[in-house]
C-alpha cells in the first residue's frame, strides 16, 4: 500500500542551489499536484498535471518547474532556491475528474530549509 | 481577505467532548465543501466530504454546511486522543477541480 510516496523527506540547500523533488503513486491517478504548506498559510498549489506529458500553473508557480515524462511520476524543481522556498511541499494524485469523489491522496512531505 | 477562513487555535478538550470546528468562506461559488485531518509530520488525508448544504454524517463525525451564511462545521462526538491533529477544511467551486482552496488548519489536542 505505497500509495504517493516523496523523495527525500529531508532537505537544506543553499541560496542559489538547485534540486528536483521526487514524488510517485502507483494508484494509476490521472491528475498529480504539488502543493506547500506555510504557518498562516495554508496548502497553495504551485503546479498540477491532469495527464501525462501535461502540466499547468498553480497559484502559487513563480521559482518553480514540474515534469510529468512518466503517468506515476511527477517531479519539481527548484532551479535557485531562495530563502523564501522554505516550506513542507506535498505532494498528491486523485483519479480523474469525472466523479464527484474529491479525494485527493497526499503524500508524507518534503521539509525543505533553505540557507 | 482570504477566501478561506479558519482559526489555528490550538484547541484543547478533554477525552469524550464533543468537539465543533469550523470555517468561514467568501466566494458564494464553493460548492464542494472538504474535511482533512493531519496527523504531526503526515500528510493529510480526507476525512468528509459534502455537496452543497446539508449534513453528512460518518461515524462520530458530522459535516454541516450553511451556505446561506457561507459557514461549514465539523463534530467529532466521543473524541479519542488518537483524534489529536490537525483538520484543514476545503473547498472548491463547480468545474473547478483543479483548484481547491484550503484553510490554514485547526490544531486539536484531545487530553485523555
Known amino acids: 500500500n505505497a500509495g504517493v510516496t516523496q523523495t527525500p523527506k529531508f532537505r537544506v540547500l543553499k541560496t542559489g542551489q538547485s534540486m528536483t523533488l521526487l514524488c510517485a503513486q502507483d494508484m494509476n491517478h490521472e491528475y498529480m499536484y504539488w502543493y506547500r504548506q506555510d504557518p498562516g498559510m495554508g496548502l497553495r498549489l504551485i503546479h498540477y498535471?491532469?495527464?501525462?506529458?501535461?502540466?499547468a500553473k498553480g497559484e502559487v508557480p513563480d521559482g518553480y518547474n514540474v515534469s510529468r515524462l512518466k503517468k506515476q511520476n511527477f517531479l519539481l524543481g527548484l532551479e535557485s532556491a531562495a530563502p523564501s522556498q522554505t516550506s513542507v511541499y506535498f505532494c498528491?494524485?486523485?483519479?480523474?475528474?469525472?466523479?464527484?469523489?474529491?479525494?485527493?491522496?497526499f503524500g508524507s512531505g518534503t521539509q525543505l530549509s533553505v540557507l | 481577505q482570504k477566501e478561506v477562513e479558519q482559526d489555528p487555535g490550538p484547541l484543547s478538550v478533554p477525552e469524550g467532548a464533543i468537539v465543533s470546528l469550523n470555517c468561514t468562506y467568501s466566494n458564494s461559488a464553493f460548492q464542494y465543501f472538504m474535511w482533512y485531518r493531519q496527523y504531526s509530520r503526515k500528510g493529510p488525508e480526507l476525512l468528509m466530504y459534502?455537496?452543497?448544504?446539508g449534513n453528512k454524517e460518518d461515524g462520530r463525525f458530522t459535516a454541516q454546511v450553511d451556505k446561506s451564511s457561507k459557514y461549514i462545521s465539523l463534530f467529532i462526538r466521543d473524541s479519542q486522543p488518537s483524534d489529536s491533529a490537525t483538520y484543514l477544511c476545503?473547498?472548491?467551486?463547480?468545474?473547478?477541480?483543479?483548484?481547491?482552496?484550503f484553510g490554514i488548519g485547526t490544531k486539536l489536542q484531545v487530553i485523555p
Open positions: 498535471s491532469v495527464g501525462e506529458g501535461t502540466t
Open positions: 459534502t455537496y452543497s448544504s
Open positions: 476545503a473547498m472548491r467551486v463547480s468545474g473547478g477541480y483543479q483548484k481547491v482552496t
Open positions: 498528491a494524485s486523485s483519479v480523474q475528474g469525472v466523479s464527484t469523489n474529491e479525494k485527493l491522496f
